[in-house]
């Protein structure tokens, strides 16, 4: 079975500045998928980035990147020039390819981060 | 609609009671997901819903937990003897079935056991 983990229950960042929100997670399969979601207040998840496993690259949305080390399975979020409405919960997750079997589609999600944004 | 849609909101019971969550996702959504965040904590998955196959239940952490998904469509988590243990949001998601498709969520019923 897949887990994942988040280290860091709690992170805080000024605004305009650069955090790094870490994620190892580990697997037997070499074709899956990782998300990182955000979660205010209101509940609702937000998918914020995702990155296919047979991508080199890491994958970039704004100001929202990530640092995939498939190796060392890490998935880390780098949120640049950070803004208040960044301030919520930020769960990193895994999901199996969709071709390889029945589990795909489930997600396996972190414990994880609350960040929290200074003026 | 336009997003997944849950009801209610927020729903109070009292501790033996049965309660019924509903989701409504996506139209023409294939795939529906429930999944259980207790307080301070990351989403467990419960329960998954794919066409017309058998769910995958492997997730229900009790015989108390069952849930049910009519014209593929609408879907509805039933507690039966709630607990206070069950006090969680409960959230539904639903996808399209193809390679890279992402999860929309809907906003969850928070269930609290008193």
């Known amino acids: 079975a897949q887990t994942v983990t988040q280290s860091q229950p709690e992170m805080s960042v000024q605004e305009a500045e650069t955090v790094t929100l870490s994620c190892t997670y580990d697997?037997?399969?070499?074709?899956?998928?990782l998300f990182w979601y955000k979660q205010p207040p209101s509940r609702q998840m937000i998918l914020v980035i995702r990155?296919?496993?047979?991508?080199?690259q890491n994958a970039t949305e704004n100001r929202f990147s990530v640092n995939f080390q498939k190796a060392a399975k890490s998935f880390s979020l780098k949120i640049s020039d950070s803004q208040l409405g960044d301030a919520a919960m930020y769960f990193c997750?895994?999901?199996?390819?969709?071709?390889?079997?029945?589990?795909?589609?489930?997600?396996?999600f972190g414990q994880g981060t609350i960040l929290t944004v200074h003026p | 609609g336009a997003g997944v849609s849950q009801s209610p909101s927020n729903k109070v019971t009292e501790k033996g009671k049965d309660v019924e969550l509903r989701c409504d996702p996506i139209?023409?959504?294939?795939?529906l997901y429930w999944y259980r965040q207790s307080l301070g904590q990351g989403l467990e998955f419960l329960i998954y819903?794919?066409?017309?196959?058998?769910?995958?239940k492997s997730g229900l952490p009790s015989d108390r937990f069952s849930a049910e998904r009519t014209g593929g469509s609408v879907s509805t988590l039933t507690i039966q003897r709630t607990q206070q243990e069950d006090s969680a949001v409960y959230l539904c998601?639903?996808?399209?079935?193809?390679?890279?498709?992402?999860?929309?969520f809907g906003q969850g019923t928070r269930l609290t056991v008193v």
């Open positions: 998601a639903s996808s399209l079935r193809t390679a890279n498709t992402e999860a929309f």
């Open positions: 697997t037997s399969e070499s074709d899956y998928y």
């Open positions: 990155q296919e496993a047979y991508k080199q």
């Open positions: 997750a895994y999901r199996s390819d969709p071709a390889g079997g029945t589990s795909y589609g489930k997600l396996t």
């Open positions: 139209s023409g959504h294939t795939a």
């Open positions: 819903f794919q066409g017309n196959s058998a769910p995958d």
